[in-house]
């Protein structure tokens, strides 16, 4: 894979409850984007974010999965994440390095449980957000119904760009209010026909379109001014205004998908590649002290661990996020939690289970790396000459505790090394050796997160 300048990078993170369709819309994004030439499906076990036996047996995330792809010259690095909270240190870690945040909403049962618990996160690392109405083609299919609790839950800011022509089993139409036009799909999704709004809809699009455009331009003072003179914004004025409306979390854009037929992908892609921030316009980091670290290409190496995943070829595999410099394969630098030297050995750019060697990887970019000696996920890399450590990701305290019992004597040591390994893993968890109790318990998020664990 080529080095992508970090304006032309996307960091994008991809929320919502189990079962709203987010690794279904990963692998149509990547169908889409030609990377693959084939769609897997969850049913057929044979997704790239999915690949993990655990997945294939429950049939749904359980470890987050970075995926990258190339989309009108953007390189998209998409992380697909669990919906099911109880795995919420994936998702955490994941949001962390995002720049921005893609919602899945089932159009069946709107603003789901997980979801609100994401979107609490979301605005915490206060990364820009936008919203899918995912499976409209679905028979029980809702979209006023999912519209009106995202605007409940999330506020006035849920802003349809999107609507649904005809949602149900015949699904093939989206009405959008940014371009006002109709992109009608052929019966196996892929490139829209884009058709004049139907007459019968023209009233309903207007005034979408207005609401659009005035909550884009009270936003920004001097669009407000334009819109009070000429009633309109024109495209430029309206994707600058979209953009800086964004990134503030003063819009969230609504949008329209079936991501198991390819319809709307693209429409999110573009509006990925033309709107959402890259790494450079994205909110600065902050350090431990919580100031802010500027976002420099030409600085000094920070580097950030958000993710640690054992693979028994490999060994353990560490996900990271450069957010200074440009760092290479052979490199060395300080870790600022043990203040030892940490040598880059081999450097990849990775998409599921697929790794591709990597020489150098800059500002803004996800890569990862493997036999980092005494590196784990929240620590920070740094030259020698200009130390910094990164904000940490703040894991959610356990909910639920359960004794461990061996079924063979003898076998402590095992135990303990297989449980410090998945702690590495996913910090989510902890493990205490109750000395009175002389047991090991394990403190997990919740009854599927100790069924993992186990």
Request: glycine share 8%.
């Amino acid at each position: 894979m080529k080095v992508y300048d970090p304006s032309r990078i996307r960091n994008v993170v991809l929320l919502g409850h189990s079962g709203s369709g987010k690794t279904t819309l990963a692998e149509t994004m990547m169908y889409e984007s030609g990377t693959t030439k084939r769609r897997g499906s969850i049913e057929e076990r044979n997704t790239l974010s999915d690949y993990q036996d655990i997945e294939h047996e429950k049939q749904k995330s359980v470890i987050s999965s970075l995926l990258n792809m190339e989309w009108r010259g953007n390189k998209i690095n998409l992380i697909d994440t669990p919906g099911t909270s109880d795995y919420i240190g994936q998702v955490i870690g994941s949001l962390r390095v995002s720049d921005t945040a893609i919602f899945t909403l089932n159009a069946e049962h709107g603003v789901e449980v997980s979801t609100e618990i994401y979107w609490k996160h979301a605005q915490k690392y206060n990364v820009p957000s936008i919203l899918t109405v995912n499976q409209l083609d679905h028979s029980k299919s809702d979209f006023q119904m999912t519209v009106d609790m995202a605007k409940e839950r999330f506020g006035r800011e849920a802003t349809v760009i999107q609507y649904p022509y005809n949602e149900g089993e015949g699904f093939n139409a989206i009405i959008d209010v940014l371009k006002m036009t109709m992109y009608e799909f052929p019966e196996d999704g892929g490139k829209p026909d884009k058709l004049p709004i139907p007459e019968s809809q023209k009233s309903q699009a207007e005034l979408l379109h207005n609401e659009l455009v005035e909550i884009v331009a009270e936003n920004d003072e001097s669009l407000m001014d334009i819109y009070f003179e000429n009633g309109e914004l024109d495209e430029y004025q309206m994707r600058e205004g979209l953009q800086s409306a964004l990134k503030q979390r003063q819009i969230f854009p609504i949008f329209c998908t079936s991501a198991k037929h390819n319809m709307g992908t693209g429409r999110i892609m573009g509006f990925l590649g033309n709107v959402a921030p890259s790494p450079l316009e994205a909110n600065a980091p902050v350090d431990k002290d919580g100031e802010e670290v500027a976002i420099d290409p030409d600085g000094d190496p920070v580097v950030f661990l958000f993710k640690n995943h054992y693979e028994s070829h490999v060994g353990d595999l560490i996900y990271f996020k450069v957010y200074r410099g440009t760092i290479q394969a052979g490199m060395d630098l300080m870790n600022s939690t043990s203040n030892n030297s940490v040598r880059l050995s081999s450097l990849y750019w990775s998409s599921g289970h697929k790794r591709e060697e990597a020489g150098q990887i800059q500002t803004g970019d996800i890569g990862a790396a493997v036999k980092l000696k005494d590196a784990n996920v929240n620590d920070t890399l740094h030259s020698k000459e200009k130390p910094v450590q990164l904000h940490p990701i703040d894991f959610p305290n356990p909910t639920i505790r359960s004794a461990v019992r061996l079924s063979n004597e003898g076998d402590e040591e095992k135990l303990g090394s297989a449980l410090h390994q998945l702690q590495r893993e996913d910090p989510s968890f902890s493990i205490e050796h109750s000395q009175e109790l002389k047991q090991a318990i394990i403190h997990a998020q919740g009854e599927e997160h100790l069924a993992v664990i186990k």
